[in-house]
């Protein structure tokens, strides 16, 4: 009996471990990923079965039993393999991925290999079609447009000071996290945030501020010119019934418009749901009433080009923050299918 178990054993032949495991093709939601295994394995192998993880707070071989199938059972097919829809995958999130050959046997068991070595990867921003998907539902929650004649930037006493003490430009400085995670400019555009919301029943910029006491008004004429270029970049909340939609707008030809033309959509600025620019004798300049606008201004401004007022109440209002907040991802309002 010993011989016999001997000789059935010989005649299965192990299944080797899949090697220079690589990953191509990666986007926000999707990546391929393909592998090296001798061609007497690939005439055998039925299935494939793929593990991932994200990285942060993982120990990166912490799959499964070697004979029990992973979170992706795949039939075997060509390699690469495109991985996609399979797992909600996030945008800008690093994971870990590995692979697992396999042959179903007629019980409906596996024989399966060894896990292949870990590879890493991280998935990309939102690509132009994602964020047509969120600028379609901003454009649903944007409401009615009303007039506005300044833009204006809040902050503390001291930041104003440190302006000042630099020459009185305030300079773009790169876009924080706050918002989709996926959005483009995160972390990799510069900019000066400014607002231009005004109050429904005196057409002026808010008496209150969660970012500080003193505000910086500049006429919208200096900023919104026929040489402008405007960009959709977020839509987002905050666990709140207030809903942010995030623009650029940087002049024709600039870094910042260079930036942007591959990568987020750009608006007429004569006709969109958030802001818009009319030309002529008297130009007209309009905000959409029913979200709140974060407009950032890839060029410096300069303190002299506007003025500082006193504003108040800005400590009631310290919820009201967008710094690095974080979307809310349950919301149906502003999050599409292919990550938050």
């Not at 944007?142 to 305030?170: D, I, K, T, W």
């Not at 996926?182 to 900019?191: A, D, E, F, T, V």
């Not at 900023?223 to 942010?244: E, G, W």
């Not at 309009?286 to 080009?305: F, G, K, M, N, R």
């Amino acid at each position: 009996c010993r011989v016999v178990f001997l000789q059935v054993m010989a005649e299965v032949e192990l299944l080797s471990t899949p090697r220079d495991t690589e990953i191509s093709d990666v986007t926000c939601d999707s990546f391929r990923v393909t592998w090296e295994m001798p061609r007497e394995d690939a005439s055998r192998v039925t299935h494939y079965f793929i593990d991932l993880s994200r990285k942060e707070g993982s120990e990166h071989n912490r799959f499964k039993h070697r004979d029990v199938p992973t979170k992706l059972v795949a039939k075997a097919g060509p390699l690469p393999m495109a991985v996609r829809g399979h797992w909600f995958l996030s945008p800008r999130t690093e994971y870990c991925v590995a692979v697992q050959t396999a042959i179903r046997q007629p019980d409906g068991d596996y024989q399966v290999s060894e896990w292949s070595q870990v590879v890493e990867f991280c998935t990309g921003d939102y690509a132009m079609e994602h964020l047509q998907q969120l600028l379609d539902k901003a454009q649903a929650a944007a409401g009615r447009l009303l007039r506005l004649s300044v833009f204006y930037r809040n902050q503390s006493p001291e930041y104003f000071h440190y302006v000042r003490l630099c020459g009185g430009a305030m300079l773009p400085s790169f876009k924080d996290n706050s918002g989709s995670h996926g959005s483009p400019i995160n972390g990799k555009l510069r900019g000066v945030f400014l607002g231009c919301n005004t109050e429904f029943d005196t057409g002026l910029p808010p008496k209150d501020s969660p970012y500080g006491p003193l505000r910086f008004q500049i006429s919208a004429d200096r900023v919104l010119t026929p040489s402008t270029n405007l960009y959709f970049a977020d839509f987002y909340c905050m666990y709140t019934a207030y809903h942010y939609v995030v623009l650029v707008l940087a002049p024709a030809g600039s870094e910042g418009d260079s930036f942007c033309k591959s990568r987020l959509p750009r608006l007429d600025l004569s006709s969109n749901p958030f802001l818009t620019f009319t030309s002529g004798d008297a130009p007209a300049f309009c905000h959409a009433s029913d979200v709140i606008l974060e407009v950032l201004y890839t060029e410096p401004l300069l303190l002299e080009h506007g003025i500082l007022v006193q504003i108040s109440g800005h400590h009631q209002l310290m919820s009201l923050s967008t710094a690095n907040a974080k979307k809310d991802p349950s919301c149906k309002v502003c999050n599409i299918s292919v990550g938050r």
